[in-house]
Every structure is written in C-alpha cells, then in structure tokens.
Nanobody, 117 residues
C-alpha cells in the first residue's frame, strides 16, 4: 500500500516560483507513474505533468517551459518546480500515482497554490 503527502503550496506573486513536493511511502517500488494534477474553482481536474518509472515526462501545454517534474528516488519524492507563475495557475494541486497490479489510482489530499499580487 502506498500513501502520498503533498506539501509546498503557498501564495506567490505573478512571475514567482514555487516547488511542490509529493512524498510517497509504503510499497513505492510498485509505482509505474506519478503525476501532478490541478483543479481550479469551477473547473475540472486537469493533468499538469507526469513522470514514468522510465523517466519519461509529459507536460500540459499551458505549463510547458515553465514547470518541471522530477523525482528523488532516495527520498521517494516527486517534485513540481513551478516558475514564471501566472494567476491562472491558481488551483489545488494533487499528487497522483498508479502502479502495476493496482485496482485504482492513488491521490494525495492536495495543496493550494495561489498566484496573486
């Protein structure tokens, strides 16, 4: 069983930076893919970035060139480095994981990112 705990959400000014962390615990060796999703008020949850166990990354068009997903295997932690933040990046950011033999994907509880001057 795997658990996910996000951290790093905060208030940032437009053009600023934040780094989100997602710490995984438990049977992390079964994880095939981890990702960050976000959900803004009144909108559907959307994929922001993903990272496979083979280190293949994928980014949503609105964040390409500004956000970077990475991981530290020693710490079982996935990061989302966000730069050049815009007000439209304001959302609750959720960590996601899915692995071989899992019945369902796993979600963290979310961390709030607010971009405002």
């Amino acid at each position: 069983q795997v658990q996910l705990v996000e951290s790093g959400g905060d208030l940032a000014q437009p053009g600023g930076s934040l780094r989100l962390s997602c710490a995984a615990s438990g049977s992390t060796f079964t994880i095939d893919i981890m990702a960050w999703y976000r959900q803004a008020p009144g909108k559907q949850r959307e994929l922001v970035a993903s990272l496979t166990s083979d280190s293949i990354t994928n980014y949503a068009d609105p964040v390409k060139g500004r956000f970077t997903i990475s991981r530290d295997d020693a710490k079982n932690t996935v990061y989302l480095q966000m730069t050049s933040l815009k007000p439209e990046d304001t959302a609750v950011y959720y960590c996601y994981a899915f692995g071989s033999g899992w019945y369902a994907a796993l979600w963290g509880r979310g961390t709030q990112v607010t971009v405002s001057s």
